[in-house]
C-alpha cells in the first residue's frame, strides 16, 4: 500500500511537525499487509504509518500465536517463551521491591495481559490495580489467578498522587493515546513515585541485523518503534526524567528466534538466532542501551 498524497503526521513524542519515511514492513504474523515506518529526525522515535485507529485495531490481535493474551505454550518458541517468563517476573518483581525497601505500597500495572505480574505483586503484598483492553484476558487473569483486571479506560478515573509504581511492559508501543496516558501517569505518580516502561529497542544490534524482518517491529500492532533518545524526550516533556535503564537479556533471542521464523530460515535459523541474540547482548554488556528490549526507570522532574 502506498501513501505518497496522505500528508505524514507530526512526531507524538517531540511534536515535530516533520517525519520522513524510513522503511516499509510487513505485519508478518497476521495479515501479511504492509505498512510504512516513519522516522522523527529530531527525537529518532519511529510510527506505524497508517496505523489502525483503536476501534480498527481488534482483529489484528485476533490469532493464537499472541500469547501475551492467549497463554498458548505449543511450539518450541511458545515453550521458551513461558520458560523465560517465570525468569523474567522473578527479575521483575525482586526489582520492583528493591525500589521501596521494606515498603509495600500501591502498584498500578497498564496492560496486565493475562496477570502474571499483577499477581506475583499481590502475593509479595502490594496494593495492586490492573488494567487490560482484552475482555478475554481478563477472564483468563481471573481464572488463571482470581485477580480481577480492571477495562483500560479507567485509567482516567483513578485518583490521583496514589502510587508508588506504574508499570507497563511491553505495553507502550501499543498505545493509541500517548499524551494522555503520560499525563495521567504523571498525575496519578506520588511525589517520589516510578513509572517503569519496557519496550523494545530498534537501536540493537539485532534490530539493525533483522531490519523489516525484526520480530519486535510488530506492526500494526506496534504503533511506536523507541529508542532512548525517544523516551528521554518524552520524559523531558511530561515533566519526568529517566533514573536508569536495564536490559532485558533474554528479549534479544526471543526476538531473533521469531525473526528467523519470519524469513522462514529453517533449522539453520534456531542456530543463527541465538548468535545472533548472543551478538546483541554483547554489544548490550558495553552499553546496556543498546539492548534488545530496555526497561526505563522514571520519575517526576
Known amino acids: 500500500m502506498t501513501h505518497q498524497n496522505v500528508p505524514y503526521p507530526s512526531c507524538s513524542i517531540c511534536l515535530n511537525s516533520e517525519l520522513i519515511f524510513s522503511f516499509n514492513c510487513i505485519d508478518h504474523s497476521l495479515t501479511k499487509d504492509t505498512f510504512q515506518v516513519l522516522i522523527c529526525p529530531k527525537c529518532s522515535a519511529q510510527i506505524t504509518y497508517p496505523a489502525p485507529t483503536i476501534d480498527k ?112 511492559w511491553h505495553v507502550l508501543e501499543h498505545v493509541h493515546d500517548l499524551n494522555g496516558y503520560l499525563n495521567s501517569f504523571y498525575k496519578l505518580l506520588k511525589p517520589n513515585g516510578r513509572l517503569i516502561i519496557a519496550v523494545p529497542n530498534y537501536t540493537s544490534y539485532d534490530a539493525k541485523f533483522y531490519g523489516s524482518y525484526w520480530a519486535a517491529y510488530d506492526v500494526p500492532r506496534h504503533l511506536y518503534h523507541f529508542s532512548p533518545l525517544a523516551l528521554t524526550a518524552l520524559s523531558q516533556r511530561f515533566s519526568m526524567k529517566i533514573v536508569q535503564i536495564k536490559p532485558m537479556w533474554f528479549d534479544s533471542f526471543y526476538v531473533s528466534l521469531l525473526s528467523e521464523k519470519y524469513k522462514a530460515s529453517g533449522t539453520f535459523g534456531m542456530i543463527k538466532a541465538f548468535l545472533i541474540g548472543g551478538i546483541s547482548n554483547l554489544f548490550a554488556l558495553k552499553n546496556n542501551a543498546k539492548a534488545s528490549s530496555l526497561i526505563y526507570e522514571i520519575k517526576k522532574v
Not at 84 to 98: E, M
Not at 126 to 155: C, Q
Open 57 to 168: 485495531i481488534a482483529p489484528y490481535y485476533n490469532f493464537p500465536d499472541y500469547i501475551s493474551h492467549t497463554d498458548v505454550k505449543e511450539g518450541f518458541i511458545n515453550k521458551l517463551y513461558h520458560k523465560v517468563r517465570l525468569k523474567t517476573l522473578q527479575q521483575k518483581t525482586g526489582w520492583v521491591q528493591s525500589l521501596f525497601t521494606g515498603h509495600k505500597g500501591n502498584l498500578l500495572e497498564v496492560g496486565a495481559g493475562t496477570g502474571a505480574f499483577s499477581n506475583a505483586m499481590r502475593n509479595k503484598g502490594w496494593n495492586v490495580t490492573a488494567l487490560e483492553p482484552d475482555a478475554l484476558s481478563r477472564k483468563r487473569a481471573f481464572d488463571n489467578y482470581g485477580i480481577t483486571l480492571l477495562p483500560t479506560e479507567n485509567l482516567f478515573t483513578l485518583k490521583d498522587n496514589s502510587y508508588e509504581v506504574i508499570t507497563l
